[in-house]
């Protein structure tokens, strides 16, 4: 008897250590999952997004807006028609693929979206069909006055993994934690068909909208560059092409763009491929627009002097199984430095570069920023690779010399340039000036990275492309009456390990006025059909632009 007592007092001691054992776990390890649980049962939440950041031109103009939209939803509960009915009578305002049958047929949701960022003309449209079970929800889209206007600049507004609007590419990408704002939520009591209950307390937390952008951009002259580019493309049967414009005393980028662009607004219309944007994305060879910095490198380290003559000037180069010639198959004894440069004269620069060295011609290829991101404040720049120091043969350094082999992005090559542009100085490359809300700003100051140049080089070196445009291939399209520096550039561009003989980029960089330069600008064109070369295409181009912003900021010619 006394042996069953105890057998039965250790059962309920058992019983009572597992109950304890189990509160204590519930009441205290898993207190707060399941203190979550049961508020989830008795309140519910929901967020709303915050106004985006809108962005201006350097004139104050709108660039990009926000605009009323709507989010359409059901309440399957409510809804009187079949799943496949409702598709029918909706297919002409919303996208059908990603509507969700099985979500629709159950009647124990109460609240299924059905399409997003719906414009006025819709919603009233699918009011008007009287529906019941529908309803909408006021959110915002992004507004475009320009319309696609700077669309590889802007990037565009998607979602991200939860459905919030997120900004990807160019600056809605880059600066997408300052313009998304903080949304905003409300935390309330539900009853048992999740209906808030009037008259509970319920806690409302504000949006809190997005910062804004002030743009370097000079709207006159970014609508100038997309018409004359839209025009040249054209004209010389190019299927691209690109127009970048600096300020090359402080970095500011004035203008960007690329052909073809896309609807940032409709950016779910087009292949992924658009939303790349060329001028800090794509790599290309640049051939001879490459010159100048090759040259600069070379004076700067005295490697070569100013009236140096060149001694293998006179005919064809032969390294290793390469013959080495000029573009036209002209030769020239005994060229001076500034001569090789007005010439563009490949043989010329092979002589420039050995002079120079490898290891010094790699030095100067990372002061002048190549091997490395510009840091310009847009999502998506790339890095090409650069041959690492040690490892260029006597072939390498003397295609490169003439801007082949070697690989770079316009913005890049563009920011190298406004370092002899500007007296020596590598500044970095900025979209934005100034970040605002309400009644505060931040101002984005110009970042100076580095000195490449002294001032003297650079001065000798802007003549020297003085002379190339004068004198120069491009001469015949040169306006008259100013001092332009620049260069023209037609580069065979790389397929399956060989260079194409047909396709070439054409391309011209160049700064104006050349003693005191407002701008600086790089103009290519990818395989152009009327003329692969860069003085008959890329350069026509680059001077009706230039002639365009010297009447747009009333630069009056020097005589």
């Not at 006159?220 to 493309?233: G, I, N, R, S, W």
């Not at 790339?382 to 260029?392: A, D, F, N, V």
Request: with cysteine.
């Amino acid at each position: 008897m006394k042996q069953r007592v105890r057998t039965l007092q250790a059962v309920f001691l058992l019983c009572f250590l597992a109950v304890f054992v189990k509160l204590f776990y519930w009441q205290v390890i898993d207190r707060k999952r399941l203190k979550t649980l049961a508020a989830q049962q008795y309140y519910t939440s929901g967020e709303f997004p915050a106004s985006r950041g809108k962005m201006f031109t350097s004139d104050n103009f709108p660039l990009v807006l926000n605009t009323p939209a709507y989010l359409l939803f059901a309440n399957p509960q409510q809804l009187e028609i079949s799943p496949f009915v409702l598709a029918e009578k909706l297919q002409d305002f919303i996208n059908l693929e990603n509507l969700d049958f099985e979500g629709l047929a159950n009647k124990e949701l109460l609240w299924l979206p059905l399409a997003k960022k719906l414009n006025e003309e819709n919603k009233k449209s699918i009011e008007e069909l009287k529906i019941k079970g529908l309803g909408f929800e006021e959110e915002e889209a992004r507004f475009y006055p320009e319309a696609s206007m700077s669309a590889h600049l802007l990037g565009f507004v998607g979602e991200d993994d939860l459905g919030r609007p997120k900004g990807y590419f160019g600056l809605e990408g880059y600066y997408d934690n300052e313009i998304r704002g903080k949304p905003g939520g409300r935390f309330y009591e539900k009853d048992a068909l999740g209906q808030p209950i009037p008259l509970s307390e319920g806690v409302e937390e504000k949006a809190i909208a997005g910062r804004n952008l002030f743009l370097n951009l000079d709207r006159a002259v970014q609508f100038v560059a997309e018409k004359k580019l839209q025009e040249a493309l054209e004209k010389y049967g190019s299927p691209s092409g690109s127009v970048l414009v600096m300020d090359p005393q402080n970095g500011a980028v004035l203008a960007m763009a690329s052909l073809p662009a896309y609807n940032p607004a409709f950016y779910y219309l087009y292949e992924s491929d658009f939303y790349r944007n060329p001028v800090i994305s794509s790599a290309f060879e640049p051939g001879s627009i490459f010159k100048p910095l090759v040259m600069a490198a070379a004076i700067e380290t005295k490697a070569v002097a100013l009236g140096e003559r060149c001694p293998k000037c006179s005919g064809p180069r032969q390294i290793y199984d390469c013959s080495i010639e000029t573009w036209n198959e002209q030769y020239y004894p005994d060229s001076t430095m500034t001569e090789i440069l007005v010439h563009s004269d490949n043989v010329g620069m092979v002589y420039v570069a050995e002079k120079l060295g490898a290891d010094r011609f790699y030095e100067y290829l990372r002061k002048f920023g190549f091997g490395e991101k510009t840091d310009i404040d847009l999502q998506g720049e790339i890095i090409p690779i650069l041959r690492e120091k040690g490892g260029w043969r006597e072939i390498d350094l003397a295609t490169a010399s003439f801007g082949q082999g070697i690989a770079v992005t316009p913005i890049q090559l563009l920011t190298a340039i406004c370092a002899i542009a500007n007296g020596g100085e590598l500044y970095q490359p900025q979209v934005v000036r100034k970040i605002f809300e309400d009644q505060h700003s931040i101002t984005v100051e110009p970042q100076r990275k580095k000195r490449p140049l002294s001032s003297k080089t650079a001065e000798v070196v802007t003549q020297m492309m003085v002379k190339a445009v004068e004198k120069g291939e491009a001469k015949w399209v040169k306006p008259a009456g100013y001092k332009i520096a620049g260069k023209t550039g037609t580069a065979q561009i790389p397929i399956a390990g060989h260079y194409d003989p047909e396709k070439t980029i054409a391309s011209f960089v160049g700064f104006a006025p050349a003693e005191d330069p407002r701008f600086a600008m790089l103009v290519t064109l990818r395989e152009p059909q009327t003329s692969s070369w860069g003085s008959e295409t890329a350069a026509p181009l680059w001077f009706e632009i230039a002639q365009e912003i010297f009447r747009l900021w009333q630069i009056a010619p020097e005589n």
